[in-house]
T-cell receptor, first 113, second 112 residues
């Protein structure tokens, strides 16, 4: 099946700093990717839809100025958490659409200290 | 707004027993997904159900879909410890192009 890779797998950053998470489609081109957030022992919540070459579409309640999404190429979308705070600590998962369906990345653990 | 409800949220069962997890959703959907998630890991795709009456089986797991009732079930047969995980159902609205809404998940613990 198609492979979606995220980097880093885990990251620790200091409060107030920014951190970038990458989502790559390794063997296919993806015009659309999705970013989800999952807090411990909770379900996945869609944050935004990332569209190649255009602005991301954010879900209600998600701050677009805090969670910057860039989808500059057909194989890469990035999520930047700006001015991170401990409450942003979470598991971030991306997914990408191919002709064969939907595939999820391995996820990225973010801990803000 | 699409709502997806799973039950039970917690399920503790003994090895060898059968059980069913239920997933109800509130509006017409294109696709119904079942995923497995192990602690600290991402999602593993189990089944994608596309049409009314669809039934898919893989090993001890069988999923079915009733679009008229807006209900999907994940049936576990003769559970084994390795099935212990969290199971999520997810639905995407007609025309939303794979934008998924997830249920809260069912934490399954299979005890020896």
């Amino acid at each position: 099946g198609a492979v979606v890779s995220q980097h880093p797998s885990w990251v620790i950053c200091k409060s107030g700093t920014s951190v970038k998470i990458e989502c790559r489609s390794l063997d296919f081109q993806a015009t659309t990717m999705f970013w989800y957030r999952q807090f411990p022992k909770q379900s996945l919540m869609l944050m935004a839809t990332s569209n190649e070459g255009s602005k991301a579409t954010y879900e209600q309640g998600v701050e677009k100025d805090k969670f910057l999404i860039n989808h500059a190429s057909l194989t890469l979308s990035t999520l930047t958490v700006t001015s991170a705070h401990p409450e942003d600590s979470s598991f971030y998962i991306c997914s990408a659409i191919t002709t064969g369906g939907l595939y999820f990345g391995e996820g990225s653990w973010l801990t803000v200290v | 707004e699409l709502k997806v409800e799973q039950n039970p949220l917690f399920l503790s069962m003994q090895e060898g027993k059968n059980y069913t997890i239920y997933c109800n959703y509130s509006t017409t959907s294109d696709r119904l997904y079942w995923y497995r998630q192990d602690p600290g890991k991402s999602l593993e795709s189990l089944f994608v159900l596309l049409s009314n009456g669809a039934v898919k089986q893989e090993g001890r797991l069988m999923a079915s879909l009733d679009t008229k009732a807006r209900l999907s079930t994940l049936h576990i047969t003769a559970a084994v410890h390795d099935l212990s995980a969290t199971y999520f159902c997810a639905v995407d609205i007609v025309g939303s192009n794979y934008k998924l809404t997830f249920g809260k998940g069912t934490l399954l613990t299979v005890n020896p």
